[in-house]
């Protein structure tokens, strides 16, 4: 059993940065592949970005290349998501959640792959 934690959400006006943290319990953090998702009023809960056990690979979706960052620290249990260049339409709730990795390669991109999600954080971008 995992349970995770999100923090670092708020409000900030467009172009500014924010960062989400995701505290993960247990001992075995190390051993799942970890993704972060959205969701708007109305929408799907969509995959943001995802990382490899290891930290190694990472995957974002394009909506948020060259702007959002995933890091982990496994000795922390801990992970990262640094948002940059924020815009009016990144505004959602923010989950994290954990894969069980079934190699160090394994990045899931759909929601029904991830085992244990996050009570999300909520992220409000100002125009």
């Known amino acids: 059993q995992v349970q995770l934690v999100e923090s670092g959400g708020g409000l900030v006006q467009t172009g500014g940065s924010l960062r989400l943290s995701c505290a993960a319990s247990?001992?075995?953090?190390?051993?799942?592949?970890m993704g972060w998702f959205r969701q708007a009023p109305g929408m799907e809960r969509e995959f943001v970005v995802g990382i490899t056990r290891s930290g190694g690979r990472t995957y974002y979706a394009d909506s948020v290349k060259g702007r959002f960052t995933v890091s982990r620290d496994n000795a922390k249990n801990t992970v990262y998501l640094q948002m940059n260049s924020l815009q009016p339409e990144d505004t959602a709730v923010y989950f994290c959640?954990?894969?069980?990795?079934?190699?160090?390669?394994?990045?899931?991109?759909?929601?029904?792959?991830?085992?244990?999600w996050g009570q999300g954080t909520q992220v409000t971008v100002s125009s």
């Open positions: 247990g001992r075995t953090f190390s051993s799942y592949a």
């Open positions: 959640a954990a894969a069980q990795a079934r190699d160090s390669w394994f990045l899931p991109r759909n929601k029904y792959n991830y085992d244990y």
